[in-house]
């Protein structure tokens, strides 16, 4: 690239962002006022140019699995770390790791699902430890949890893989995706916060299907739709925290569907094919894709059980951001495109954010 470009580009940008700081201020106290009434949707909002993102740089959290360093595989594009998610009605609190682990003291957080679990996970442990750089932290793994701990303030953040939430059973006859036993949530007891989701692995046909029957109702089938699969199960896992959780000692979320972008069409744009060259996010707060249909289960759900769940809400500010994920900078590198995990930093760390903001409010 010739130099003077590169100075304009940088120039230009440096410009564009100026413009978009005083534009978001003032167009923030405005909406601040006329929303401050009906509280702050924090889910609401869009993403704005930020320079002094990303929370952390991937070379400073070395234990970053490869399979999300996309800058470590060799993507070179910087904007899609630059973009912070601004709430139509209100700020979000800059994140404190420290503030956390001193409030957190003694507590732990445990995510459970399938890899976007994973996912966040990876990006909550980076953004504290980029918080508390001089911390010691360890990183052990037992009986399918794994668990990263910061010794001096007693907080460990775990992760189960739990693809499915309900059980898969081993039997003689093969894999059985029990749609009504969740045996897996006595790992689930005694944490202070749970993070769940599922959704992802539902969908999986052929070599990819963690199952060969499912079992609904002490019925056995060869295959069922897929929704409706999920939606049980997900009934299962709803009748397990209503039974299991007390809302006093511990605060449940739900991740939202994280959305997958392997059909431009989706945003308007057939010659794209899929997320691989995206490097800008979509301005604005709706996505022309509409939503995913499991996502409406999640939150009818929700919606029915008796005991308080928080939905991080993240499809929607997620699938504005084509641009964020892995795509050839994966594990797999050309030959494994992934339109679904996202880059770390990235997507990610935001919906750590949001539930920072959460946690912190109560
Ligand atoms: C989640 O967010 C989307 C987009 O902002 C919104 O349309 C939807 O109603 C929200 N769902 C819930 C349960 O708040
Ligand atoms: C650390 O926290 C756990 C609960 O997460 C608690 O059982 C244990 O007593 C704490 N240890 C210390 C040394 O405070």
Redesign the pocket.
Known sequence: MEPSFHVICVLLIFILQGVQGEDVDVHNNVEIEKHRKRGCDVFQGRWVYDSSYPLYNSFNCPFLEQAFDCRKNGRHDRSYLKYRWQPLSCNLPRFSGSNFLKNF????IMFVGDSLSLNQWQSFTCMLHASVPEAKYAFFRTGGISTFTFPAY?V?IMLHRSAFLVDILTRKRGRILDLNSINGGNLWKGM?VLVFNSWHWWTHRGSLQAWDLVRDEKRTYKDMNRFVAFDKGLTTWAQWVDFNIDPKATKVFFQGVSPVHSNSRDWGDPRAKDCRAQTQPMLGSSYPGGTNPAEAIVEKVLRGMSKPVQLLNITTLSALRKDGHVGVFGYGGPKAIDCSHWCLPGVPDTWNLLMYALLIQN
């Open positions: 003291r003694g507590k732990r007693n460990s202070d």
